[in-house]
């Protein structure tokens, strides 16, 4: 990727239709550069006929006024996570929809009124208190002190508040307790499954299993994102805000190309209602009617990302290579399928036992003591 710094700012480097351009991507975020970048790529697939300064930006980057000391003072969590982060994320990243939108209403008005600069370890853990109280799960505690974090590090890098007092924010941990669900399906269970899916959920339960894509993102890929010719598809919006390329193999190529041939033109989308054109958002329904008809029980279409993960492991690919898979900022976030890795290595370890058997050890004891004598 092009990507460069000029002091704090990242610039783009490109070479198009033989010309070399190199622009200011006017971010000192790396993931934030990277999209824009991204961004820029696909306009130009899609409008061959633009330059790159032509193509940026794709959006318009919401504008973050600079505040007076004054009223950078008096600024509120409520006012600067709605006039200000909310715009920043909106059409960045997945969970803005989901979850970050929706945040002020769930969270209490004492905590909304706080000016930012009031806001540090005490206030944060008076609001774990709270929602923990109010019968909130530890894993949703976690969820929104991790989006509360995430926002209060847009406002130090513009300077809405200082370094020390984000560091002071950081500090805060998460729950602990929190049960980290790993259900995953068998390979019996794939293929039951897959034999009871209705035919526009087959698809994209086969996606599911074939790249660990989580189902918002499945839901929102397009056919600018797929390509179909070097077996990639290209994921620009994700939970994390980074870019993420996920290698198509032979058997989702089949089924994507199927998808292809006999697409809508009217719309960019992979999985559509073909009556209507429209994408389809909300699959919860024939999702559970298939889990019931193959016999699965407990199970979430979000499983289908840890049966993924789940079957790379168990055949030894590495953790590295699974956490770039899926996505995972961190390692640690991977580990929890270290285990799988280890039973699969104990059961490879006792196939010698075919060879080398209790009565062959006893054998050897035998030769040996007759040696001896």
């Known amino acids: 990727m092009g990507l460069y710094k000029r002091g704090n700012i990242w610039w783009a480097s490109l070479t198009y239709n033989g010309k070399q351009y190199r622009f200011s991507l006017k971010t000192k975020n790396k993931s934030e550069a990277e999209y824009l970048y991204a961004q820029i790529l696909v306009e130009l697939k899609k409008n061959p006929q633009r330059t790159p300064l032509e193509a940026k930006p794709l959006e318009e980057k919401p504008e973050v006024k600079p505040l007076e000391e004054n009223q950078k003072n008096d600024l509120t969590f409520e006012t600067f996570y709605k006039e200000y982060y909310l715009k920043w994320c909106k059409g960045r990243q997945v969970y803005y929809e ?26 944060l853990e008076l609001l774990q208190t709270q929602l923990l ?24 890098e513009w300077e ?42 087959y698809p994209i339960v086969f ?26 598809i290209l994921l620009e919006k994700t939970k ?19 998808l292809f041939v006999n697409r809508r033109l009217d719309t960019d989308y992979v999985f559509v209602n073909p009556a209507t054109g429209k994408r389809y958002t909300n699959i919860k329904r024939s999702f559970a009617t298939a889990c019931k008809k193959a016999g699965i029980k407990d199970f979430r279409f979000h499983d289908l990302r840890h049966t993924f993960a789940s079957h790379l492991v168990m055949k030894g ?7 770039e898979l899926l996505g995972h900022k961190s390692l640690s976030m991977t580990m929890r399928y270290a285990h799988l890795s280890q039973a699969h290595k104990r059961e490879a370890v006792k196939a010698i036992e075919k060879i080398l058997s209790e009565e062959t050890y006893h054998n050897f004891i035998t030769i040996y003591q007759s040696r001896r004598r």
């Open 98 to 123: 989901t979850l970050k939108k929706y945040l002020l209403n769930r969270i209490p008005d004492w905590f909304k009124k706080l000016k930012l600069n009031e806001i540090g370890i005490r206030e």
């Open 207 to 232: 996606t599911a299993l074939n790249t660990g894509m989580r189902k918002s993102e499945i839901l929102g890929l397009k056919w600018s994102n797929v390509d179909l010719k070097n077996n990639l």
């Open 160 to 201: 809405f508040i200082p370094e020390e007092r984000l560091k002071s924010i950081r500090k805060v941990k998460e729950l602990k307790g929190e049960v980290k669900r790993l259900r995953y399906l068998t390979e019996e269970e794939i293929r039951a499954l897959l034999a009871n899916c209705d035919p526009y959920l």
């Open 133 to 156: 109280n109010e019968g909130k799960s530890i894993a949703t505690c976690n969820r929104y002190l991790s989006v509360i974090k995430a926002s209060f590090t847009k406002a130090c």
């Open 317 to 323: 690919v590495d953790l590295r290579t699974v956490q």
């Open 240 to 258: 994390n805000g980074e870019r993420r390329e996920i290698p198509i193999n032979q058997a989702l190529r089949k089924v994507l190309l199927d």
